[in-house]
């Protein structure tokens, strides 16, 4: 069983600061890429940041400067640091994890959705 699981999430005033949270568990070979999606009310879900299995870091650009994405390896855990946060940053925020897992001898790699977790600027 592998679970996906973000946290961090919250309410902040415009300016204002939040860390996310992203920790892969379970029987896990290797984590390839992962990244962090938002998808506010009435819109579609985009990508936001992602990460790759050797650090390369792509955002998208109304957030660059502001966020920072990171992985831990050791801990299975990306994090998104958000700061200067905006009104129009206000989304429900999903991770994203591409995991590989053992299986009856061989390895498949499955994409992987966290629940999502809530964050809100406003005044």
């Known amino acids: 069983q592998v679970h996906v699981v973000e946290s961090g999430g919250g309410l902040v005033q415009p300016g204002g600061s939040l860390r996310l949270s992203c920790a892969a568990s379970g029987s896990i070979f290797s984590i390839n890429a992962m990244g962090w999606y938002r998808q506010a009310p009435g819109k579609g879900r985009e990508l936001v940041a992602a990460?790759?299995?050797?650090?390369?870091?792509n955002y998208l650009d109304s957030v660059k400067g502001r966020f920072t994405i990171s992985r831990d390896n050791a801990k299975n855990t990306v994090y998104l640091e958000m700061v200067n946060l905006k009104p129009e940053d206000t989304a429900d925020y999903y991770c994203?994890?591409?995991?590989?897992?053992?299986?009856?001898?061989?390895?498949?790699?499955?994409?992987?959705w966290g629940q999502g977790t809530q964050v809100t600027v406003s005044s």
């Open positions: 994203n994890a591409d995991l590989t897992l053992e299986s009856g001898g061989g390895r498949y790699t499955y994409s992987y």
């Open positions: 990460i790759s299995s050797g650090g390369s870091t």
